[in-house]
């Protein structure tokens, strides 16, 4: 009920629908120098920013690696020399919020366990700076609304890490799926990878928020909702976990379908089982695929007319330069906080179908934002 007049603003707000789009912003947000290379700042030192964010930045054209931020004291020194970042542009997590004080760092990039997105991303916007958020947003809607306010408040642009947005194979499925290319369809999607490791904080439902929905499946709600180019009406999930010896705070498996207005969608996410990733579509005229879809690199595409010939991008490059030149040229990103809190909406409902007998869920008052496409 709380979180009911939140989204009713939004879609009051902007008319209706919300289109993410590249128009000038709503609310003003103050202009860096056209000129200038943003500075981002790391949170969280972990295997994505440090094996996917901080090499993509020695790519990026419009931002760099400026500062970390850190809670473990022996990584300082290997970041700084590998990454030749200043003294003074390093922090802690009890120290951050100096970071208002730091002209070099212009956005926050958030890359730390999920439970602690909300509050590093509310923290990097009373200190001044634009943030960039890992997925899924936060762990529940009222957070992804209050992380909203403070960037408003704070007259700040908010952004998530959907990467895929910038990956020319999935700009290629929106077009072929918004479009109709090969007529109507359905679609079934999984993200699964074994998690192996039982201390990992992925398996801690306090800091990870859920199982493997929150980290993997997102990216079948995702690749659902841009393919039709539609939002889901309603839903319905099971929780498949198969070991819940191991899988005791979080869900191993799960399925679900989202119905939206021109066909369903059936999805699946795994911790417990092989690596996995497929995003498909099921036309009147044979599949459109994408295999491996959801990896950094590797992505394979095919549709009834043959294989697609795309050349892969850097998607974190991509995605950071877009957001740079969002802050640049005063327009709005494609993947908003806003494009966070519907996806987390959605998750919500997805786990109280799964606790009560895969009950069919109306989606009365998901947030009215679509994906659109960058080209
Ligand atoms: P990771 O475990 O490799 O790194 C987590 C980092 O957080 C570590 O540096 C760790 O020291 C730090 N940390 C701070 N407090 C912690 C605590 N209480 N418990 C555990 N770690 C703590 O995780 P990761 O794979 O880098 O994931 C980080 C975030 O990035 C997650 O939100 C995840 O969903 C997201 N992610 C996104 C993508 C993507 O493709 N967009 C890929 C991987 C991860």
Partial sequence: M????????????????????????????????????????????????????????????????????????????????KYN?????????????????????????????????????????????????????????????????????AKKMLSIGYRLHFDPFHDEVMRIGQNKVYGNMNVESEFSFLLKNPDSWRTQKALAGGGPLMDLGIYAIQGSIYSFGELPTSLWAKNTTKDTEFFKDIEGSLEWELTFPSGKSYCKTSYETPIFAELKHITEKGEVKLENAFYYGGIKGSTPDGNMNIKPVNQQASQMDAFALNILNNTESIVPGEMGLRDNYIIEKIYDSAANNSEVLELNDIPNILDIRRA
């Avoid at 901080?54 to 850190?70: K, M, Q, R, S």
């Avoid at 926050?108 to 899924?136: D, Q, W």
Wanted: with cysteine; proline share 4%.
């Fill in 85 to 153: 970042i200043k003294k003074e542009n390093i922090y802690n997590y009890d120290n951050f919020d100096s970071i208002a004080a730091n002209d070099d760092i212009d956005i926050v990039y958030v890359v730390l366990p999920n439970s602690m997105h909300a509050e590093f991303t509310i923290r990097a916007a009373k200190a001044g700076k634009h943030v960039i958020c890992e997925k899924p947003m936060a762990v529940s809607v009222e957070e992804c609304e209050n992380m909203i306010a403070a960037c408003k408040e």
């Fill in 2 to 81: 709380k979180r009911r007049p939140f989204i009713k603003k939004l879609i009051q707000s902007t008319g209706g629908i919300y289109l993410a789009s590249q128009s000038p912003l709503l609310y003003g947000c103050n202009l860096e120098p056209k000129n200038k290379k943003l500075g981002i700042a790391l949170v969280g030192l972990g295997g994505y920013a440090g094996g996917q964010l901080a090499p993509a930045l020695l790519e990026t054209e419009h931002c760099y690696l400026a500062g970390i931020v850190t809670g473990t004291k022996e990584k300082e020194s290997i970041w700084v020399n």
